[in-house]
C-alpha cells in the first residue's frame, strides 16, 4: 500500500522538478491576475463609457450625432476644481492631464495652485491592555491642487468636466465650484406697484 | 493507515501549511518573484496534491513578454486604452519601484506589486488626450466674444449664481452638501431707489456685504439644486416688491432708525444756530426769518458738510481736519 504511494510520490515530485521552472511564472502570473481580475471589474463600473468611447475613436465609424438645441446655453464665469488626494504624485500627473485637456479644448486656465496640505494626526496606545506609556502615532495627509477656469458656456462646462471625472484616478476626490452668470429676470426690472394700487398684495 | 490519515492530514492542512510558507516569507522580507520559488517547494513536500482533488494540467510556458516585439513608434493608445493595472509585460520601460534590498537597487517591475497598487496614467499620455479631445470638440461651444472683461459680464449677467458638485468615492455617490445655492447680485445694477433701497437692506439684514455692495442669498432649505435656485429667485422677487412698497407704519421710523445722519433738524442744527444768534452775528434780531438766513451763510453750509462727513464715515484725519476748519470759520476764531 505505502510503497506504490511512495512510488507514484517520487514520480509526482520528478515531474514537478522537470517542470520546476515552468511552475514558477505562471504561479507568480496567477497572483498578478486575481489582482487584475478584482481591478478590471472595479474599474469598469466608472469606466464603462470610456471604454466604448476609446473604441469610437478606434474605429473611427459612426459620427456622433450632435443635436443642436435652442435654448440658451448657461455661462459660467468661473469654474474651480478642487482635488484632494493622499498621495501628491498623483495629484500632480492629473494636474497635467487636466491642464492639458483644457487647453486642447481651448478652456482659458486662470490658475493651478497648491494648497498646504492637512495631516491628520491621532495618538493611540500601542498595547491592547495598560502600558499608558508607550503609545503610537498615526497621521493622514490630504493634499489639495487647485485649478481654476474662466469664461467657461454650459456645453463646454460640461464636456470637460465629464471628461476629467471619469479619468479621476482612485483615491481622489474633487469639488467643482461653479459661478454662473444671469440675466436679471423680467419680473425684477420694474416694480409693479407704480401701476397697481398697494393694497393689491398679489405678488408674481 | 497511519499513512492515509497522514496525508488526509496533509491534504486538510495544504491551505494552512501554504498559508504559514506564505506569512514566514513575507516577515523575511523577500519579494513576490521569490514568493513564488517558496511556495514551489512547499508544493514538493506535498506530493499528494496533485492525484487528490483536481488534475493539474502541465502549465504552459510564458513566451517572450510583448515589449520585446513592440515597435518604436508604435500606437501607444491601442496598447493602454482605458485605465488598467500596470502590466509589467506590456509596458517597455524599465521601472523600478519598493524599497531597496539591502546594499542593491529597488526591484524590477515583474512581479512588482508596487507598481500595480499606485493609480498609472498609462492610459492617458498626451497622445491620447489629443484624441480624446478631437472627438470632444463638436460638442463644445464657443463663449462669446463680446464679453471678454468681467466688468462687461456684470454688467449684462449681474446675477451670479454658485453652486458645487462633489465626486468622490464611497458608498454613495450623492453629497446632500451639493443641494447648496448661493446667489449673488450687486444691488447697484437693481431698479432701486432711495427708500426701496434703504428698505431692501433693512429686509435682508446679514446678508449685504457694504464693502462690495453685493447682496448675498444662501438657500439650502430643499432637497433638490433646482428647487433652491428657483426658491432664491423667488426670495429675490419677493425682496425687490416688497421694498418698492410704502406701508403706513412705515411713517413712524425715528431718527434712531435712521441708516445715516440728515444734519436737518438736529440738534447739532439747533445748537450753532442759537450760537450764532446769540453772538448777535446778524445783529440784533430775532426770529426764524434770521435763522433761515444764517442757514443760508456758507460758514454755516460748510459747518453741516463737516458735521454729516464725520457722523457718516466716522472719524479720519480729514474729516477732523475740515471739522476743524468750519468750526473756526463759523466762529470767526
Not at chain 1, 471604454?51 to 443642436?68: C, G, K, N, R
Request: charged share 25%.
Amino acid at each position: 500500500m505505502a510503497a506504490p504511494m511512495a512510488l507514484r510520490r517520487e514520480l509526482f515530485s520528478l515531474a514537478r522538478k522537470i517542470s520546476g521552472v515552468s511552475h514558477l511564472t505562471p504561479r507568480a502570473l496567477g497572483a498578478c491576475s486575481s489582482h487584475r481580475k478584482c481591478n478590471i471589474i472595479r474599474s469598469h463600473l466608472p469606466l464603462a463609457s470610456s471604454t466604448s468611447f476609446h473604441t469610437a475613436t478606434l474605429f473611427l465609424s459612426t459620427p456622433s450625432s450632435i443635436t443642436v438645441t435652442e435654448e440658451p446655453d448657461t455661462l459660467f464665469q468661473k469654474v474651480s476644481l478642487l482635488v484632494k488626494g493622499h498621495d501628491r504624485a498623483v495629484l500632480d500627473s492629473y494636474e497635467f492631464f487636466a491642464t492639458m485637456a483644457a487647453k486642447e479644448l481651448g478652456i482659458n486656465i486662470n490658475k493651478v495652485h497648491e494648497l498646504p496640505k492637512d495631516m491628520e494626526r491621532f495618538t493611540l496606545l500601542k498595547s491592547v491592555h495598560i502600558f499608558k506609556n508607550h503609545r503610537v502615532q498615526y497621521e493622514m495627509r490630504t493634499h489639495y491642487r487647485c485649478i481654476e477656469l474662466s469664461h467657461i458656456t454650459g456645453c463646454t462646462a460640461q464636456v470637460y468636466l465629464e471628461y476629467i471625472q471619469r479619468n479621476l484616478p482612485e483615491g481622489v476626490a474633487m469639488e467643482v465650484t461653479k459661478t454662473a452668470m444671469e440675466k436679471v429676470p423680467d419680473h425684477i426690472l420694474e416694480p409693479m406697484w407704480e401701476d397697481h394700487p398697494i393694497d393689491d398684495k398679489s405678488s408674481q | 493507515m497511519a499513512s492515509h490519515t497522514s496525508k488526509a492530514f496533509l491534504s486538510l492542512g495544504r491551505i494552512n501549511v501554504s498559508g504559514l510558507g506564505l506569512q514566514k516569507s513575507v516577515s523575511r522580507v523577500t519579494y513576490a518573484t521569490d514568493l513564488s520559488i517558496r511556495s514551489s517547494n512547499v508544493n514538493k513536500g506535498l506530493p499528494d496534491r496533485g492525484d487528490r482533488g483536481f488534475f493539474r494540467r502541465p502549465r504552459r510556458t510564458a513566451g517572450e513578454p510583448r515589449t520585446e516585439k513592440m515597435p518604436v513608434d508604435q500606437d501607444w493608445t491601442a496598447v493602454y486604452p482605458a485605465a488598467t493595472p500596470f502590466r509589467p509585460s506590456s509596458v517597455p520601460l524599465p521601472v523600478r519601484m519598493g524599497y531597496p534590498v539591502k546594499g542593491g537597487v529597488p526591484p524590477e517591475k515583474k512581479g512588482n506589486l508596487e507598481l500595480i497598487k499606485i493609480p498609472n496614467f498609462l492610459h492617458l499620455t498626451p497622445a491620447a488626450i489629443k484624441k480624446h479631445c478631437e472627438a470632444l470638440k463638436p460638442f463644445c461651444t464657443e463663449w462669446p466674444s463680446a464679453l471678454d472683461t468681467d466688468a462687461k459680464c456684470d454688467e449684462h449677467f449681474p446675477i451670479k449664481v454658485g453652486s458645487t458638485d462633489y465626486v468622490s468615492a464611497g458608498l454613495s455617490v450623492r453629497n446632500p452638501s451639493a443641494r447648496i445655492v448661493d446667489l449673488k447680485v450687486k444691488l447697484s445694477s437693481l431698479n432701486l431707489d432711495d427708500h426701496a433701497r434703504k428698505k431692501m437692506l433693512k429686509l435682508v439684514g446679514e446678508r449685504y456685504c457694504k464693502d462690495t455692495d453685493v447682496l448675498t442669498i444662501t438657500t439650502d432649505s430643499c432637497p433638490l439644486r433646482q428647487q433652491n435656485h428657483d426658491y432664491a429667485m423667488y426670495l429675490l422677487t419677493v425682496l425687490y416688491h416688497e421694498s418698492w412698497k410704502t406701508e403706513a407704519w412705515e411713517a413712524d421710523k425715528t431718527v434712531a432708525d435712521m441708516e445715516e445722519y440728515s444734519w436737518e433738524d438736529s440738534p447739532s442744527q439747533r445748537n450753532i444756530l442759537d450760537m450764532l444768534v446769540r453772538m448777535k452775528v446778524a445783529g440784533d434780531r430775532e426770529g426764524e426769518e434770521v435763522r433761515e438766513q444764517l442757514l443760508g451763510r456758507k460758514e454755516v453750509q460748510e459747518y453741516k458738510d463737516s458735521v454729516t462727513r464725520l457722523k457718516n464715515e466716522g472719524e479720519s484725519e480729514s474729516t477732523m481736519l475740515q471739522y476743524k476748519e468750519a468750526v473756526k470759520k463759523v466762529l470767526n476764531l
